[in-house]
């Protein structure tokens, strides 16, 4: 019943910037805090950055603080993930997750997640 569909991804020259975009069907996305992770080959899915449903509060991993920015835009049950600055280091398959929770940095508060999508970041 619950999709999230990413989109957005693709292959990018280092110091460039994409913008991904998550949306949300079968959930009223707004009352779910919304997480951004990924995986690179050979790694561990990791957290990027997530949303509070509540509060609005976000938090960020600290290779991509400053450089990343996730929100939100209800009325079109859709987050988004802003990468400037990207680097080689940020290749990986992103994914989009919503929590009943907070805004948690663990995969395990995640009830629901997407397919990925591609990100390329070549040097």
């Known amino acids: 019943q619950v999709q999230l569909v990413e989109s957005g991804g693709g292959l990018v020259q280092a110091g460039g910037s994409l913008r991904l975009s998550c949306a949300a069907s079968?959930?009223?996305?707004?009352?779910?805090?919304k997480g951004w992770f990924r995986q690179a080959p050979g790694k561990e899915r990791e957290f990027v950055a997530a949303i509070s449903w509540s509060s609005g509060r976000t938090e960020y991993a600290d290779s991509v603080k400053g450089r990343f920015t996730i929100s939100g835009d209800n009325a079109k049950n859709t987050v988004y993930l802003q990468m400037n600055s990207l680097e080689p280091e940020d290749t990986a398959v992103y994914y989009c997750?919503?929590?009943?929770?907070?805004?948690?940095?663990?995969?395990?508060?995640?009830?629901?997640w997407g397919q990925g999508i591609q990100v390329t970041v070549s040097s």
């Open positions: 079968g959930v009223t996305f707004s009352s779910y805090s």
């Open positions: 997750a919503a929590s009943r929770y907070g805004a948690r940095l663990s995969r395990a508060y995640y009830d629901y």
